[in-house]
Protein backbone atom coordinates (compact mmCIF):
# COMPACT_ATOMS: atom_id res chain seq x y z
CA UNK A 1 0.00 0.00 0.00
CA UNK A 2 2.67 2.43 0.67
CA UNK A 3 3.90 2.15 -3.02
CA UNK A 4 0.58 2.73 -4.19
CA UNK A 5 0.01 5.98 -1.82
CA UNK A 6 3.40 7.08 -3.40
CA UNK A 7 2.25 6.84 -6.84
CA UNK A 8 -0.82 9.18 -5.66
CA UNK A 9 1.58 11.41 -4.24
CA UNK A 10 3.98 11.69 -6.71
CA UNK A 11 3.58 11.18 -10.09
CA UNK A 12 0.90 12.83 -13.10
CA UNK A 13 -2.83 11.92 -12.75
CA UNK A 14 -2.10 10.39 -16.06
CA UNK A 15 0.11 7.86 -15.13
CA UNK A 16 -1.99 6.98 -12.07
CA UNK A 17 -5.13 6.65 -14.31
CA UNK A 18 -3.26 3.80 -16.61
CA UNK A 19 -2.20 2.45 -13.08
CA UNK A 20 -5.27 2.14 -11.87
CA UNK A 21 -6.19 -0.24 -14.80
CA UNK A 22 -6.32 -3.96 -12.99
CA UNK A 23 -6.13 -2.36 -9.63
CA UNK A 24 -8.91 -4.23 -7.20
CA UNK A 25 -11.73 -1.62 -5.80
CA UNK A 26 -13.36 -3.12 -2.43
CA UNK A 27 -16.07 -1.75 -0.68
CA UNK A 28 -16.96 -3.03 3.10
CA UNK A 29 -21.21 -2.98 2.98
CA UNK A 30 -23.20 -3.81 5.83
CA UNK A 31 -24.45 -6.64 3.41
CA UNK A 32 -20.93 -8.16 2.78
CA UNK A 33 -17.75 -7.09 0.77
CA UNK A 34 -18.04 -6.51 -3.15
CA UNK A 35 -15.35 -5.67 -5.33
CA UNK A 36 -14.00 -5.89 -8.93
CA UNK A 37 -10.76 -4.71 -11.02
CA UNK A 38 -11.23 -1.14 -12.11
CA UNK A 39 -11.07 -1.33 -16.24
CA UNK A 40 -12.43 2.13 -17.43
CA UNK A 41 -11.35 5.78 -15.91
CA UNK A 42 -11.61 9.05 -17.05
CA UNK A 43 -8.68 11.79 -15.70
CA UNK A 44 -9.50 15.47 -14.85
CA UNK A 45 -6.75 17.73 -15.07
CA UNK A 46 -7.89 20.82 -13.71
CA UNK A 47 -7.75 23.91 -12.95
CA UNK A 48 -6.74 23.68 -16.69
CA UNK A 49 -9.09 21.13 -18.07
CA UNK A 50 -12.24 22.96 -18.93
CA UNK A 51 -14.27 19.70 -18.51
CA UNK A 52 -13.20 19.52 -14.78
CA UNK A 53 -15.50 20.97 -12.27
CA UNK A 54 -11.99 22.56 -10.73
CA UNK A 55 -11.65 24.58 -13.91
CA UNK A 56 -9.81 27.93 -13.08
CA UNK A 57 -8.99 26.71 -9.63
CA UNK A 58 -13.14 27.03 -8.84
CA UNK A 59 -13.37 26.02 -5.08
CA UNK A 60 -16.84 25.15 -3.72
CA UNK A 61 -18.42 23.19 -1.00
CA UNK A 62 -19.20 20.75 -3.77
CA UNK A 63 -15.74 20.03 -4.87
CA UNK A 64 -13.55 21.02 -1.50
CA UNK A 65 -12.72 17.48 -1.41
CA UNK A 66 -10.81 17.74 -4.99
CA UNK A 67 -8.27 20.22 -2.86
CA UNK A 68 -7.60 17.46 -0.39
CA UNK A 69 -4.91 14.55 0.00
CA UNK A 70 -4.19 12.94 -2.84
CA UNK A 71 -6.26 9.36 -2.41
CA UNK A 72 -9.50 11.44 -1.34
CA UNK A 73 -12.47 10.38 -2.41
CA UNK A 74 -14.72 12.78 -4.42
CA UNK A 75 -18.41 12.08 -5.14
CA UNK A 76 -20.89 14.05 -6.77
CA UNK A 77 -24.08 13.31 -8.03
CA UNK A 78 -24.89 13.67 -12.72
CA UNK A 79 -28.57 13.30 -13.64
CA UNK A 80 -29.40 11.45 -10.35
CA UNK A 81 -26.58 9.19 -10.78
CA UNK A 82 -23.76 8.94 -8.10
CA UNK A 83 -19.91 9.33 -9.28
CA UNK A 84 -17.07 8.51 -7.44
CA UNK A 85 -13.53 9.80 -8.19
CA UNK A 86 -10.45 9.50 -7.03
CA UNK A 87 -7.58 12.86 -6.11
CA UNK A 88 -4.41 12.24 -7.81
CA UNK A 89 -2.38 14.86 -6.62
CA UNK A 90 -0.76 17.18 -3.74
CA UNK A 91 -3.22 18.74 -1.29
CA UNK A 92 -4.05 22.24 -3.06
CA UNK A 93 -3.83 20.54 -6.97
CA UNK A 94 -7.13 20.01 -7.75
CA UNK A 95 -7.04 16.71 -9.80
CA UNK A 96 -8.55 13.42 -10.15
CA UNK A 97 -9.78 10.09 -12.15
CA UNK A 98 -13.37 9.28 -12.18
CA UNK A 99 -14.01 5.60 -12.54
CA UNK A 100 -16.22 4.14 -14.86
CA UNK A 101 -16.15 0.58 -15.64
CA UNK A 102 -15.89 -2.33 -13.30
CA UNK A 103 -15.54 -5.99 -13.52
CA UNK A 104 -16.89 -7.12 -10.60
CA UNK A 105 -15.43 -10.37 -8.78
CA UNK A 106 -16.34 -10.65 -5.08
CA UNK A 107 -20.10 -9.76 -3.87
CA UNK A 108 -21.53 -10.58 -7.89
CA UNK A 109 -24.43 -11.43 -6.23
CA UNK A 110 -25.22 -8.53 -4.20
CA UNK A 111 -24.42 -6.47 -6.74
CA UNK A 112 -27.11 -7.76 -8.88
CA UNK A 113 -29.57 -7.62 -6.45
CA UNK A 114 -28.90 -3.97 -5.93
CA UNK A 115 -28.40 -2.87 -10.16
CA UNK A 116 -31.44 -5.75 -10.80
CA UNK A 117 -28.83 -6.38 -13.91
CA UNK A 118 -26.60 -9.35 -14.70
CA UNK A 119 -23.90 -9.35 -16.90
CA UNK A 120 -22.21 -5.74 -18.12
CA UNK A 121 -24.97 -3.80 -17.37
CA UNK A 122 -24.26 -4.17 -13.32
CA UNK A 123 -20.78 -1.78 -13.67
CA UNK A 124 -20.21 -1.39 -17.35
CA UNK A 125 -20.96 2.50 -16.44
CA UNK A 126 -19.65 5.11 -13.41
CA UNK A 127 -22.99 5.25 -12.29
CA UNK A 128 -24.00 1.78 -12.57
CA UNK A 129 -20.53 0.73 -10.40
CA UNK A 130 -21.28 3.15 -7.68
CA UNK A 131 -25.00 1.45 -7.18
CA UNK A 132 -23.50 -2.03 -7.50
CA UNK A 133 -20.78 -1.34 -5.11
CA UNK A 134 -23.18 0.67 -2.60
CA UNK A 135 -20.62 3.89 -1.98
CA UNK A 136 -22.83 5.88 -0.06
CA UNK A 137 -22.61 10.07 0.00
CA UNK A 138 -20.98 9.45 3.74
CA UNK A 139 -17.78 8.25 2.09
CA UNK A 140 -17.02 12.36 0.61
CA UNK A 141 -13.48 13.13 1.88
CA UNK A 142 -12.57 10.27 2.99
CA UNK A 143 -9.97 8.28 1.83
CA UNK A 144 -9.19 5.57 -0.81
CA UNK A 145 -6.33 3.91 1.28
CA UNK A 146 -8.26 3.70 4.65
CA UNK A 147 -11.60 3.94 4.25
CA UNK A 148 -14.69 1.37 3.56
CA UNK A 149 -14.31 1.84 0.12
CA UNK A 150 -10.60 1.23 -0.67
CA UNK A 151 -8.14 -0.24 -3.31
CA UNK A 152 -6.31 -3.54 -2.68
CA UNK A 153 -2.93 -4.19 -4.92
CA UNK A 154 -1.71 -7.15 -4.22
CA UNK A 155 -4.89 -7.91 -6.01
CA UNK A 156 -3.83 -6.21 -9.27
CA UNK A 157 -4.09 -7.63 -12.42
CA UNK A 158 -2.27 -6.62 -15.58
CA UNK A 159 -3.96 -5.69 -18.88
CA UNK A 160 -2.49 -6.84 -21.82
CA UNK A 161 -3.25 -3.45 -23.82
CA UNK A 162 -4.37 0.29 -22.31
CA UNK A 163 -6.80 2.02 -24.83
CA UNK A 164 -6.37 5.64 -24.54
CA UNK A 165 -9.60 7.48 -25.75
CA UNK A 166 -11.36 10.59 -25.53
CA UNK A 167 -13.19 11.17 -22.71
CA UNK A 168 -17.81 10.29 -23.00
CA UNK A 169 -19.95 12.95 -22.87
CA UNK A 170 -17.50 16.03 -22.83
CA UNK A 171 -18.75 18.14 -25.59
CA UNK A 172 -17.87 21.69 -26.64
CA UNK A 173 -14.95 22.39 -24.49
CA UNK A 174 -12.17 23.17 -27.11
CA UNK A 175 -9.38 20.55 -27.62
CA UNK A 176 -10.13 19.22 -23.90
CA UNK A 177 -13.36 17.46 -25.82
CA UNK A 178 -11.36 15.40 -28.14
CA UNK A 179 -8.00 15.18 -25.85
CA UNK A 180 -7.09 11.16 -24.94
CA UNK A 181 -7.93 11.52 -21.37
CA UNK A 182 -9.98 8.27 -20.97
CA UNK A 183 -8.04 4.93 -20.17
CA UNK A 184 -9.30 1.85 -20.62
CA UNK A 185 -8.53 -2.12 -21.01
CA UNK A 186 -8.88 -3.44 -24.29
CA UNK A 187 -11.29 -6.04 -25.05
CA UNK A 188 -13.00 -5.71 -21.24
CA UNK A 189 -16.65 -6.49 -21.77
CA UNK A 190 -17.40 -3.93 -19.14
CA UNK A 191 -16.04 -1.52 -20.76
CA UNK A 192 -18.87 1.92 -21.63
CA UNK A 193 -20.45 0.59 -25.21
CA UNK A 194 -18.08 -1.73 -26.34
CA UNK A 195 -19.16 -3.54 -29.43
CA UNK A 196 -19.88 -6.95 -28.82
CA UNK A 197 -17.30 -8.00 -31.73
CA UNK A 198 -14.50 -5.85 -29.99
CA UNK A 199 -14.80 -8.37 -26.16
CA UNK A 200 -11.57 -10.82 -26.01
CA UNK A 201 -12.46 -14.43 -24.17
CA UNK A 202 -9.96 -13.29 -21.50
CA UNK A 203 -11.49 -9.92 -20.99
CA UNK A 204 -8.32 -8.26 -21.93
CA UNK A 205 -6.39 -9.50 -18.82
CA UNK A 206 -2.30 -11.24 -19.59
Avoid at 33 to 53: K, N, R
Avoid at 121 to 139: F, H, M, R, S
Avoid at 145 to 167: D, G, Q, Y
Wanted: include cysteine; proline fraction near 9%; aromatic fraction near 6%.
Amino acid sequence: MDELMALFATQPTTTIARALLGMYLEHETPEGTVGGYIVDCEAYLGPDDLAAHSVGMRNTPRVRAMYQEPGTIYLYTMHTHRIVNFITQPKGIPQGIMIRGLEPVDGIALMEQQRQKTGPDVANGPGKLVQALQIPAELYGESIFTSPLHLVPERRRTPKEILALPRIGIPNKGEWTQMPLRFAVAGNPYLTNIRKTAVQQDHGWC
